[in-house]
């Protein structure tokens, strides 16, 4: 990943969070006090990735397992139709929390960390997700049976305390992501995801606005106590039934680098004007504020699941891209048919939507690894 000096002046200007460019210790004169961050040669990439028109493919958890293979080198279902690495990999860091080796779909995290090393050496970038257990009832992300929220973000609390020592965990691992050179590797991190919707113990039903601001805060806090500087902060609510609710919870322009959206597309064939109207109206508050404050915007996950429509790629996805500058889409994970049947959202070899996935992937607007510093 290339790395480029900016002054604070230049950071503004491309909409870097203000404390991932090292607030604080910025001047206005540009020779005194330039600052030079992995976050904002990532973020300088993406500018450059909207202003030409293009957009970054990703996939979660690419080269760790595909549809029927795990752990093997160099594989990737998405090399195996399309040709080419997905310009983007998605690494989730869910039992980090624990101190735990393996993360919560079994991928160990050294081989994550030496993962994001070979994706940044081949010209492409990563993105990170967080599915934490439950503070409070022990639990996974999903157990919504203790919604701790309220207690987390309160110092002096137990369940702050632990909080604080989950995020340096986390924090600890994104620091530690570095290439041969020694050099930290840039990471978009999306933390606190689909907040709009209540499956997540952040969920909007477990706990308030400003309970869900200060979580931000937090793990702000925590990351730049740390002086973490190669993080680009990505926002990304799920659904929502009105623009407002994009906002609603949106903890603030120096928290957050990238307006994200989570989306995904049910029902199949029947359910596409649906995930139309869903992308769209999230993208369109996404690209509202985006018009306001100037950070550039994402599909950060989309997908869908089992691809029981042939040409989903270049028929519902690609035109929906035409329609918004955003910076990249990633899709979910191809899990191990015997492990999660019919969990994939990308095609793997031999399956019917291999030609429609390979068109996709070559139309001009799509960037795949190898795209950093062309
Ligand atoms: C979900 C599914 C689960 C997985 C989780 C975290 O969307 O893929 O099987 O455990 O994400 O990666």
New binding site residues.
């Given amino acids: 990943m290339k790395q480029i000096f900016l002054t604070a002046a230049c950071a503004a200007a491309l909409g870097l969070s203000a404390i991932a460019c090292g607030s604080g210790k910025q001047s206005d004169t540009a020779d005194a006090d330039s600052v030079a961050t992995p976050a904002a040669g990532l973020l300088s990439s993406l500018t450059d990735v909207v202003a030409n028109g293009k957009v970054v493919f990703g996939h ?2 690419d080269t760790a397992y595909g549809h029927d293979w795990q752990y093997e080198a160099g594989r990737s279902d998405v090399l195996e139709t399309a040709g080419r690495y997905p310009g983007l990999m998605n690494w ?1 860091l ?1 039992l980090i929390e624990y101190g735990d080796s393996v993360q ?2 079994g991928v160990p995290f050294e081989f994550i960390r030496a993962e994001v090393r070979a994706q940044d050496e081949r010209g492409g970038i990563n993105a990170i ?1 967080w ?1 934490p257990r439950n503070p409070v009832s022990g639990g996974d992300s999903w157990d919504v049976s203790a919604a701790p929220v309220a207690d987390a973000v309160t110092d002096g609390t137990a369940v702050n305390d632990t909080l604080r020592a989950w995020i340096g965990r986390a924090a600890d691992f994104v620091a530690s992501l570095t290439d041969a050179d020694g050099r930290r590797i840039p990471v978009l991190f999306r933390p606190w995801h689909e907040h709009t919707g209540s499956w997540f113990w952040w969920g909007k039903d477990h706990c308030t606005p400003e309970q869900y601001k200060a979580l931000w805060r937090l793990t702000r806090e925590v990351f730049d106590a740390r002086g973490v500087d190669n993080v680009v902060w990505v926002y990304s609510p799920d659904r929502i039934a009105a623009a407002e609710e994009y906002t609603e919870r949106y903890p603030g322009d120096e928290y957050v680098d990238i307006l994200g959206a989570d989306a995904y597309h049910f029902g199949g064939e029947e359910g596409t004007d649906e995930f139309r109207a869903r992308v769209r109206l999230q993208l369109d508050a996404a690209k509202a504020l985006s018009d306001k404050n100037g950070k550039i915007i994402a599909l950060s996950e989309t997908g869908l699941e089992g691809l029981g429509m042939d040409h989903w790629y270049t028929e519902v996805l690609l035109p929906l891209l035409g329609e918004y500058p955003v910076a990249y889409v990633c899709v ?2 191809n ?1 191990m048919s015997t492990v ?1 049947p019919g ?1 994939f959202y990308a095609p793997y070899k031999g399956h019917s939507a291999e030609a429609d996935f390979k068109a996709f992937s070559d139309n001009d607007k799509i960037l795949m690894a190898g795209f950093v510093g062309k």
């Fill in positions: 979660h958890d989730d869910g919560l779909d997700s599915h979910w994970r899990a999660k969990h």
